[in-house]
């Protein structure tokens, strides 16, 4: 399973999180979904993911502060 995080300009609230996978290196992405657990009332944006897709750095606001999202590996 392939996935991707994405900032999307939802016009409400700046920049949210969302995300879409496909089920390997070719083909199409799944209807992309907001990451609500992710997402705050400014903007939020992904920075980076490990390889292991257990922690997403996410940039949030104006500021150049970061912020770690993590989840146990699979």
Do not use: H, Q
Request: with cysteine; glycine share 6%; hydrophobic share 35%.
């Amino acid at each position: 399973m392939r996935r991707i995080y994405f900032g999307r300009d939802t016009l409400t609230t700046d920049f949210d999180i969302w995300t879409a996978s496909r089920p390997g290196p070719t083909g199409k992405f799944d209807t992309p979904v907001p990451v609500t657990e992710l997402n705050t009332a400014i903007s939020d944006r992904p920075a980076w993911i490990s390889a292991d897709g257990c922690r997403l750095y996410i940039s949030r606001g104006d500021t150049r502060a970061m912020y770690v999202a993590s989840k146990p590996a699979n």
